[in-house]
């Protein structure tokens, strides 16, 4: 009888766990091979760029910029990441194991600096904190003088800093769980042998959430690396920006591949750094026994600390929103017009294509993972999520050039036969860029189904087996139903994501379909603050919603 491709019983022997490759290959082999490939080909592409290397083009960086490439790329990388984990692990800390004013307000206020994308709050940063900004500008007039001293927001230092208030909620979210999850029993008995707050942060709780930090730090330090938007900004060269030259300025595909690699090995070493930093560690918690009493912060110290996060609140989120709200304001009578709604529909057009594909191949992903949990399986899978930590200019890169080969042979097959040559059909489409999104976003969508996924009891689709139904009234009666919480957390997250995706976008969009994150690249670029916050606060408020998620998720698990 044929195999049912929603059939438990499908599920392998524990003898063909042994090896990595099974005796016989099936269908769920095939699809998630196939979906690592989508994967594996654009970096097989990407780095099989220095088989031409573009001696002239490489010659003109090594004299002009790219020693400054490397060590800008460094200076952000390392300011970054100290930043985000002292803001983010302090927080953290602050909002789990202490009170003070105002905690429950902060504990989920500190969340929504993720509704805002980093480009969007650099311009903010920039149009507000610069000479000629409003701050600067207020300053002169009450002191009475043009020489006041002001720090310079363009410079690395405001880069970082606008990069750290970015990015530290991602630290911060999964320190916060973390230091949560702690067994009141261990920090009792450290506290019982006579260790202090300060001790019991240190040498207990910290060393503990290091995981979750070091996972958190991972995923900041990917959207340093990945960014462009925000270092297009503040004129800043980096290996993003390069590409971008190369691709644009130098009309060089190859010289666009080769900086593309290198930046990918930046972001595979930073990635087996932290994994090698923790090989040996172990971080259990065999005392777990509730969440333990919280370290009250009364008089001065509360409010001091209330005032602190109160003051971040306002310069990660609250400032930055108003701001973007009065220049939407200013242009809205302007600027709300026939292109914005076109650059809206092709925004939510391509989030929603996007979304639906991505999280389609996410749905096949988890089953393949749940039915045939052999070594093979579990390598396509993880390959085929490993899209995330992939810059989108790297993608960009990989998919163009493979997409330039596939059209250069079509055209000379139909050549050879004496026909017509169709001319560019998959490099430059609508299909190429989307197929760049669910590369990019596969494992945000696998994550959410993955879960909901793993909670189902084969139980129940067995009894519906028992019953005589089919592989398909199966899922329609039994998986689809379960799954929706799933399917509609992974459809909005991609969907989300891929509208604020920028470098991807701006590199591989097809001739007319700009989108709200491209238009805000335009206008930033020409210094026109005030006509980017209109794309700009639509994305944000687009962002809102999977933070409010996140937020309702994680205050249902405290309870």
Not at 104 to 119: G, H, I, Q
């Amino acid at each position: 009888m044929q195999e049912s491709i929603l059939d438990p019983r499908s599920e392998p022997d524990n003898n063909r766990l042994a090896g990595f490759l099974p005796r016989k290959l099936n269908k769920w082999h095939y699809t998630s091979g196939a979906l690592a490939l989508l994967v594996a080909v654009p970096l097989l592409v990407v780095f099989s760029g220095w088989l031409k290397p573009e001696t002239e083009i490489w010659s003109h960086l090594a004299d002009t910029i790219l020693d400054q490439l490397v060590i800008n790329t460094i200076k952000l990388v390392v300011g970054v990441g100290i930043g985000v984990v002292i803001l983010g692990v302090s927080l953290a800390w602050l909002t789990a194991r202490c009170e003070f004013p105002g905690r429950k307000w902060f504990d989920w206020l500190l969340m929504l600096p993720m509704a805002m994308p980093a480009y969007v709050l650099a311009f903010v940063a920039i149009g507000l904190l610069d000479f000629s900004g409003p701050v600067q500008t207020a300053l002169r007039t009450w002191f009475g003088t043009s020489n006041i001293w002001f720090p310079e927001i363009r410079s690395t230092g405001g880069l970082i800093t606008v990069m750290v208030i970015a990015f530290y909620p991602y630290v911060y979210m999964m320190a916060r769980t973390a230091f949560i999850t702690q067994g009141r029993s261990t920090l009792e008995a450290a506290r019982m042998l006579g260790a202090s707050s300060y001790g019991i942060f240190w040498r207990i709780a910290l060393p503990m959430a290091r995981p979750a930090i070091a996972a958190g730090t991972t995923l900041a330090l990917m959207e340093t690396l990945a960014d462009f938007g925000t270092v297009a900004t503040f004129n800043y060269d980096t290996f993003t920006t390069a590409i971008y030259k190369a691709w644009f300025g130098f009309f060089s595909l190859q010289a666009a591949s080769q900086l593309a690699s290198i930046l990918l090995l930046l972001v595979f070493v930073s990635l087996m750094l932290e994994k090698s930093s923790r090989r040996k560690s172990k971080y259990h918690d065999s005392m777990r026994s509730g969440e333990p009493p919280r370290l009250h912060l009364s008089g001065w110290r509360g409010w001091t600390v209330s005032g602190l996060l109160a003051l971040l609140f306002l310069i990660a989120f609250l400032a930055p929103f108003i701001q973007l709200c009065l220049w939407s304001f200013q242009v809205v009578t302007t600027d709300f017009d026939e292109r914005y709604l076109g650059l809206l529909a092709h925004t939510l057009l391509l989030g929603a294509l996007a979304a639906m594909v991505t999280v389609i191949a996410g749905m096949v992903l988890s089953f393949a993972r749940r039915f045939q949990p052999d070594r093979t399986t579990l390598v396509t899978t993880s390959l085929a999520t490993l899209g995330y930590a992939l810059p989108g200019s790297v993608l960009a890169v990989g998919i163009m050039v493979a997409a330039s080969g596939f059209d250069n042979g079509i055209n000379n097959l139909f050549e050879s036969i004496g026909l017509n040559m169709p001319g560019q059909i998959f490099g430059g489409s609508l299909l190429a860029l989307v197929l760049a999104y669910v590369i990019r976003f596969m494992a945000v969508a696998f994550g959410p189904i993955e879960t909901v996924l793993s909670r189902i009891r084969p139980s129940l689709p067995e009894a519906a087996r028992s019953l005589g139904a089919t592989s398909s009234q199966t899922l329609k009666a039994i998986y689809l139903p379960l799954l929706r919480p799933g399917l509609m957390t992974g459809l909005l997250l991609v969907m989300v994501d891929t509208m604020k995706e920028m470098p991807a976008t701006l590199l591989m969009r097809p001739f007319g379909w700009d989108t709200l994150a491209v238009r805000i690249y335009e206008m930033t670029s020409e210094g026109e603050w005030e006509r980017a916050a209109l794309p700009a606060i639509t994305l944000v408020f687009a962002g809102l919603i999977p933070v409010v998620l996140l937020i309702r998720r994680s205050q249902k698990r405290r309870k």
